[in-house]
């Protein structure tokens, strides 16, 4: 079983930026962030593989960043230039040996 720790989010203007973080109890092959705003499914945000190979959705592809310290299990991933509608709950992934596992989730609010 492996536990997920997220840290980061909260409330931030348009134009803003917020760094969203989260920590794996152990090594796991792919970490990244998912996330859910109201009405809508849970869609891809970023990952990223051990070897450093990341996976961008196509709605935040070129505004946010994500990176990994594997000697620290952490996935960071620096968000700017953010959206109205990028407000959802972000939701930390793990994948590692055919398992998924899943973060309880941080909020993150774009609002003026």
């Known amino acids: 079983q492996v536990q997920l720790v997220e840290s980061g989010g909260g409330l931030v203007q348009p134009g803003g930026s917020l760094r969203l973080s989260c920590a794996a109890s152990?090594?796991?092959?792919?970490l990244g962030w998912y996330r859910q705003a109201p009405g809508k499914e849970r869609e891809l945000v970023a990952t990223?593989?051990?070897?450093?190979?990341?996976n961008y959705g196509d709605s935040v592809a070129g505004r946010f960043t994500i990176s990994r310290d594997n000697a620290k299990n952490t996935v960071i991933m620096q968000m700017v230039s953010l959206k109205v509608e990028d407000t959802a709950v972000y939701y930390c992934?793990?994948?590692?040996?055919?398992?998924?596992?899943w973060g309880q989730g941080t909020q993150v609010t774009v609002s003026s």
């Open positions: 990223i593989t051990s070897g450093a190979r990341t």
């Open positions: 992934y793990a994948s590692s040996a055919g398992a998924v596992y």
């Open positions: 152990t090594a796991v092959f792919r």
